[in-house]
């Protein structure tokens, strides 16, 4: 192991991450007269059977578990965020009102391919008007954030939904002076790449209203029938004569400008995002510089914040398994599932359909080549839509001509090179010494030699039942790939770190 020095347990170190008004209107009917007024867009110019049961099941029960109130122990701490990755800081305003309190519900609706997963709860969290707090990891640019807003005596009082960027964003929504008779949000939010708490230079910032009236929301086109002054707060932009809005909020299936009929209480909403606050799970109090690890309110929250019951647990994986954390966080992030019978299986191999499947949910990033079509994959495959993205993606290639192979099994090599064509990770060292750390390194084929050493020195190879035999040619199984996938995660932020014996490089 001679390349693990002390500057790389420093290096590793470093690598842990945390985190994260209205005029009286006269008449209110006029807000709605908005909608059809136009709207500046900005265009994000971020990249942004047993087989099946491995994607996820879109269609969920109504027939909710019971739950009973829940204590969640949070951490708040000051975290430094590196400002590639995904995360935000919230801040609530009121200019003008009498408001000291407010309670702000998060929940995510996670991008996976070209479609958004179920809203998941993120936790009610009681702020002081002024009040920031910063959230991280767990997410990725394109992933929608929203926000349910809640006076102290638990009336809702308002309504927000932005879109993660690709860096650190600075996000503000702010009060009318008496929300509760005029439930309009305006959200200001831009990128903050060096966490200043200001919007950069030169980037876009998006600015728009939010109304609600009878349980459903307007993004609304236009802010020109209010009197802005309520809404404006010292070092923010000033209200612009038209809303600025993400892209993807005004165009395609998702968009959700001039829709009028945005319920905010759907019924196939998880019983935790349509509860009054406080009476399922135990409201989180806001401190000065309050710090959340996403990832891990996903945890915490797992089960309360899905409309159907999740598995996280199996049959056949004991509490001292080698790689149970790996398996209950990816699966309570629904890139992986069990079987109907209650296990997972974690020996048996990975297919090229089921590894890309995995990977269509794991990972959002842009098309680098146009697809084919595979003559063994037909357009009803269980796998048909993930194989196709992948592929575009640069992650899986052809195996022969316009063959995909889609049952074949990967080995630890091939599922380590997709994950190094995904990452795009180089090597600091020489990669001669990186790779002494494994007994077998000469059995790694030159071609793949840089691209292994540079997922060993970010910490993503994982090597069981011996850390120092990489085993490139054996067949990977579920519990390999399960460990090897989370590790990649970890490497980009996205979730928290999980210790282990078998992690190359963190002993």
Known sequence: MKYITQSYFAYLSKFVLAATSVAIFSPIASAYAA???????????????????????????????????????????NVSVKSKKT????????????????????????KRGNDYLKERFLGDYKYKIKQKAKFAKG??????????????????????????????????????????????????????????????????????????????????????????????VEGLSKIAATSIYPLSFTQGEFAVVRQSFISIFSSDLAEVLQATPGSLVQVIEVSN???????????NYRQVSMSRPLQVG????????????????????????????????????????????????????????????????????????????VYQMGFLNAVVGKDFNPTQSLSRLEILVALARLLNYKASGSTDTILSVYSDATT??????????????????????????????????????SALLYQALSSTGQVANISSQYVVGQQ
């Open 35 to 77: 909608v059809g007024f136009s709207t500046t867009v900005a265009q994000i110019t971020d990249n942004s059977t047993e087989q099946q049961l491995l994607a996820h099941n879109e269609v969920e029960t109504r027939n909710r578990p019971t739950i009973q109130r829940q204590t969640v122990t949070t951490v708040s701490r």
């Open 289 to 299: 510089n309050s710090s959340y690890d996403i990832s891990q309110m996903l945890m």
């Open 87 to 110: 995360g935000f800081s919230l801040a609530i305003w009121q200019p003008s009102g009498n408001f000291s309190e407010v309670i702000a519900r998060i929940s995510v609706k996670s």
């Open 139 to 232: 997410l990725k640019a394109s992933d929608r954030i929203v926000v349910r807003l809640y006076d102290v005596q638990n009336r809702f009082i308002g309504y927000s939904e932005f879109e993660c960027l690709s860096a650190n964003t600075t996000v503000n929504l702010i009060f009318s002076a008496k929300p509760t008779q005029y439930q309009v949000v305006r959200t200001v939010y831009g990128v903050d790449a060096d966490q200043n708490g200001t919007i950069d230079t030169g980037t876009t910032t998006y600015d728009y209203f939010t109304q609600v009236r009878n349980q459903r929301v307007i993004f609304l086109s236009s802010s020109q029938t209010f009197q802005g002054s309520q809404f404006q």
């Open 444 to 481: 790694i084929a030159s071609e793949h030699r840089s691209l292994i050493a540079a997922l060993t020195e970010r910490g993503i190879v994982v090597n069981y039942p011996n850390m120092m035999l990489l085993n490139a040619g054996r067949v990977a199984t579920r519990s390999e790939v």
């Open 314 to 389: 199996f049959s056949d994986i004991s509490t001292n398994y080698w790689a149970k954390d790996f398996i209950a966080k990816l699966a309570a992030m629904e890139i992986l599932e069990g079987f109907p019978d209650g296990t997972f299986r974690p020996d048996a191999p990975v297919t090229r359909a089921q590894f890309a499947v995995m990977l269509r949910k794991a990972f959002a990033k842009g098309k680098i080549r146009q697809g084919i079509a595979f003559k063994d994959v037909p357009t009803q495959s269980w796998a048909y839509n993930a194989i196709s993205e």
